[in-house]
C-alpha cells in the first residue's frame, strides 16, 4: 500500500508541475501578445500624428493663399448641404468651381496631399461644422493611401469687414522699411509688385502679418506670420520674437536667437547659424543645416536631409519624427496692382481723379488760387459744405469772408453728387482749421500743408467728415493733433487722404507725416513714396508706392480705417478658429 501510495503522490505532482508550466506558458504568450498589441498601437499613434501634422500644414498653407485672394476681393459663396458636407464633398465642389473660373475656391496638390480651401457664407438660420451665420475661409485636406485616405481636420478662419480696403496698416507697393524704433500697432504689412521687399531693422515691433512679394529681413519683433515670396532673413536677438508661422518661397535663415513660435517652411533650405528654436515644425525643400545649439520642438522634413554641422545626432536638433525626401510647398501672396480699379465702374484712382478735375469748376472763387489760412488776417478758418470761410482781423475788415467757394460734383466713394471746395496750393499753419456742416470735400490741385504751426490745427465737428483729394505734395505738421476724433463717422472715414502725386525718385517723399503730428486717418497715395519719421504718428492705414517709417514714428491699426474704393472704406480681419 505505501507503495502504490507513492507513486500516485509522484503523479499528482507532476501533473500539478505541468499545470504550473502551461499557465507560465500561457501568461508568457499573453504579455508577448498584450507588448506587440501595445507596440502596434504606439506606431498607429505615431503614424496619425505624423499625418495629422502634415495634413494641418498643408492646410494652413492652403487657407493663406485663398486668404490672399480675399483681400484681392474674392466673392464669398454658399455652400450646397453644407451641415453634411465631408472632405471628399468639399473638395468636390471647390474643384467645380476653381474649374469654373471662381475665385472664391481653391486647390492644391502636393505629393500625395489635397487640399480645398473655399471662402464661404453660411446664410442666417444655418451651419457649418457648428459655425453660425457668417463669412469664413474653410480649409481641408487629405492624404491618399488607397482605398482609406487619412482626413485631416478642417481648418476655419472668420472673415470679418468690408471688401473696400486693404486691411494692412502699411501696403507698399514697390518696399516697405520700418527702422529705427518705428512701431506698426496692431496690424500688418503687405507688398504688392513682384520683388517688392519688407525690412524691419532697429528695434522695431509689428503688431500683426509680413507678406511680401520679395525678400523680409527683420532684426527685430513681429508678433504675426511671415509670407515671403524670395528669402526670409531672421537676425533678431534674445529679447525679440516671431509669434506665427514663417513661409519662404526662397531660403530661410536664423542668423541670430530670437525663438520662433510657429511652424517654418521654405521651398529652399531652412539653415540654422545660431542658437535659435522653433516651437512648432520645419519643412523644407532643400536642406535643414544646424549649428550650435538651435532646437526644433516638432517634427522636421526636409528634400535634401539634415545636415548637422557639429556631427552630433539628430536628437541633439529636433524633438519630433525627422523625414527626408518630402516636404510642404509654400506658395508666394498673390501679386496687385499699386492703384487697383476699385472704384466705381472699375476705375482706379487716377482715372477718378481725372473725372473730378474735369467735373469741378475752375471759375468759382478760390479754385485757381493757393490759399494760406493760420496767418495774419485769416487765422481761424472754417470748412463747411458751403466752402472755406476766415475771419478776417483787418481793423476794417472785422468778419468772416468766403475764401473758396463750393460747387457740386461726382466725387469717389461718395454715392451721389456732393459739395466740392476746389484750391490751388492749400495750406493751413497756426490757429484753427474746423470742419463741420457735415460731409466736406477739398480737392487740392497742388501741394497740400496741414498743422504747420501753432495753434489747435485740424479739428472736425461731430457728425462730419473731411476727404482730401491732391495731386501734389502733403505734409502733415506738428500741429495736426487728433488723438479724440473718432475712426469712422456715419459709416464713412472722419478723415481721409487720396494722392495721385507720383514720386520718380527714391529720395523724394511726395506723402510726409513728422514732427509730432499725431493724424487719423486713411491714406491712399499709391505713386508718393510715404514717410512717417521723427516721432510722428498715424492711427489709420497707409498704401504707397513705398512706405517708410522711422525715428521712433508709430503707425496704429484702427479697425474701419482702410481706403480704398468703397463708399464706407473698412478693410478684412481674419480670425482663426
Excluded at 455652400?79 to 475665385?103: H, R, V, W
Excluded at 482715372?351 to 472763387?365: N, S
Aim: charged share 15%; glycine share 14%.
Amino acid at each position: 500500500m505505501q507503495k502504490g501510495y507513492g507513486r500516485l503522490a509522484m503523479k499528482r505532482q507532476g501533473g500539478a508541475a505541468l499545470i504550473v508550466v502551461l499557465g507560465i506558458v500561457a501568461i508568457s504568450t499573453m504579455i508577448g501578445l498584450a507588448s506587440m498589441q501595445s507596440s502596434q498601437i504606439d506606431e498607429k499613434m505615431a503614424g496619425n500624428y505624423k499625418l495629422s501634422t502634415r495634413t494641418a500644414l498643408f492646410t494652413e498653407r492652403t487657407a493663406m493663399s485663398l486668404a490672399s485672394e480675399v483681400r484681392a476681393g474674392a466673392s464669398a459663396i454658399t455652400l450646397p448641404s453644407s451641415i453634411d458636407m465631408d472632405q471628399d464633398g468639399f473638395q468636390s465642389f471647390a474643384a467645380k468651381t476653381e474649374n469654373e473660373g471662381g475665385k472664391s475656391c481653391l486647390i492644391e496638390a502636393a505629393d500625395d496631399m489635397t487640399a480645398a480651401a473655399c471662402y464661404i457664407e453660411v446664410p442666417e438660420g444655418e451651419e457649418f461644422q457648428d459655425r453660425k451665420a457668417g463669412n469664413y475661409i474653410v480649409a481641408w485636406s487629405a492624404i491618399s493611401r488607397g482605398s482609406k485616405p487619412f482626413v485631416g481636420q478642417p481648418l476655419i478662419i472668420e472673415v470679418d469687414g468690408s471688401m473696400g480696403g486693404n486691411d494692412d496698416v502699411l501696403s507698399g507697393c514697390e518696399e516697405v522699411t520700418v527702422s529705427g524704433g518705428g512701431k506698426i500697432l496692431n496690424g500688418g504689412i503687405r507688398t504688392f509688385r513682384p520683388g517688392a521687399g519688407v525690412r524691419l531693422s532697429g528695434g522695431v515691433s509689428v503688431g500683426g502679418d509680413v507678406t511680401a512679394l520679395g525678400p523680409v529681413y527683420i532684426d527685430s519683433s513681429i508678433a504675426g506670420n511671415i509670407l515671403a515670396d524670395g528669402d526670409v532673413t531672421l537676425n533678431a536677438g534674445d529679447s525679440y520674437g516671431y509669434g506665427g508661422s514663417i513661409a519662404a518661397t526662397g531660403s530661410v535663415i536664423f542668423t541670430n536667437s530670437a525663438p520662433a513660435q510657429g511652424n517654418v517652411s521654405a521651398n529652399g533650405d531652412v539653415i540654422f547659424n545660431s542658437t535659435a528654436t522653433v516651437a512648432g515644425n520645419v519643412s523644407s525643400g532643400g536642406k535643414v543645416v544646424f549649428t550650435n545649439d538651435a532646437f526644433v520642438y516638432g517634427n522636421v522634413e526636409s528634400k535634401s536631409g539634415i545636415v548637422n554641422n557639429s556631427g552630433a545626432g539628430n536628437e541633439k536638433y529636433v524633438g519630433g519624427t525627422v523625414e527626408t525626401g518630402s516636404s510642404q510647398t509654400v506658395s508666394a501672396a498673390s501679386s496687385g496692382e499699386c492703384d487697383p480699379k476699385s472704384f466705381a465702374d472699375g476705375n482706379n484712382l487716377a482715372t477718378e481723379m481725372a473725372h473730378l478735375l474735369a467735373a469741378v469748376p475752375t471759375d468759382t472763387a478760390g479754385a485757381n488760387k493757393d490759399i494760406t489760412v493760420g496767418s495774419y488776417p485769416t487765422v481761424n478758418a472754417s470748412l463747411t459744405p458751403e466752402g472755406l470761410s476766415a475771419f478776417d482781423e483787418t481793423w476794417n475788415v472785422q468778419k468772416d469772408v468766403t475764401l473758396a467757394e463750393a460747387s457740386t460734383a461726382v466725387v469717389p466713394t461718395f454715392d451721389k453728387p456732393v459739395s466740392v471746395i476746389r484750391t490751388k496750393d492749400f495750406t493751413q499753419s497756426n490757429g484753427e482749421l474746423n470742419v463741420s456742416g457735415g460731409d466736406v470735400v477739398l480737392l487740392v490741385d497742388g501741394d497740400l500743408t496741414l498743422g504747420a504751426g501753432g495753434g489747435k490745427g485740424l479739428t472736425i465737428a461731430p457728425d462730419s467728415t473731411l476727404t482730401i483729394f491732391v495731386t501734389g505734395e502733403t505734409h502733415i505738421k506738428s500741429s495736426t493733433q487728433m488723438a479724440d476724433v473718432p475712426a469712422t463717422t456715419n459709416g464713412r472715414l472722419t478723415l481721409s487722404i487720396y494722392s495721385t502725386h507720383a514720386d520718380s525718385s527714391s529720395s523724394s517723399n511726395g506723402m510726409l507725416i513728422d514732427g509730432s503730428a499725431q493724424a487719423l486717418a486713411g491714406v491712399y497715395a499709391p505713386y508718393a513714396n510715404v514717410s512717417v519719421t521723427a516721432g510722428g504718428g498715424l492711427r489709420g492705414s497707409v498704401r504707397g508706392k513705398t512706405v517708410t517709417v522711422d525715428g521712433g514714428a508709430s503707425i496704429e491699426h484702427v479697425k474701419g480705417l482702410a481706403v480704398g474704393g468703397a463708399t464706407s472704406g473698412g478693410g478684412i480681419s481674419f480670425t482663426w478658429l
